[in-house]
């Protein structure tokens, strides 16, 4: 199995950028196909970005296309999300999330892996 733990949230102003990374250890993290969610306040986890082992496929969702970028280094064992233009609604907790067969899916149940969360918070 693989253990995940996120860092890289913070407060920061609308329109400012942050860059979450998420560390993996344990089985080989080039294995595993990658996500990031997130989860606001009285909110259902919801998928952010998604990208395959070889990091060749990436997605977003609609929320985060043209501002988020998901990328991978394998040879680090670490995921990234860049995220630019924040908006206030992106404040939510975000996940990243490891699934081990298969590729990239917005279904968190798909993910069978999952770090603590890391908080980020835009102020308007």
């Known amino acids: 199995q693989v253990q995940l733990v996120e860092s890289g949230g913070g407060l920061v102003q609308a329109g400012g950028s942050l860059r979450l990374s998420c560390a993996a250890s344990?089985?080989?993290?080039?294995?595993?196909?990658m996500g990031w969610f997130r989860q606001a306040p009285g909110k259902e986890r919801e998928f952010v970005a998604g990208?395959?082992?070889?990091?060749?496929?990436?997605y977003y969702a609609d929320s985060g296309k043209g501002r988020f970028t998901i990328s991978r280094d394998n040879a680090e064992n670490t995921l990234y999300l860049q995220m630019n233009s924040l908006k206030p609604e992106d404040t939510a907790v975000y996940y990243c999330?490891?699934?081990?067969?298969?590729?990239?899916?917005?279904?968190?149940?798909?993910?069978?892996?999952w770090g603590q969360g890391t908080q980020v918070t835009v102020s308007s």
């Open positions: 990208i395959s082992w070889t990091g060749a496929s990436k």
């Open positions: 999330a490891a699934r081990e067969i298969g590729g990239v899916t917005q279904r968190r149940d798909e993910y069978a892996y």
């Open positions: 344990g089985r080989t993290f080039s294995s595993y196909t």
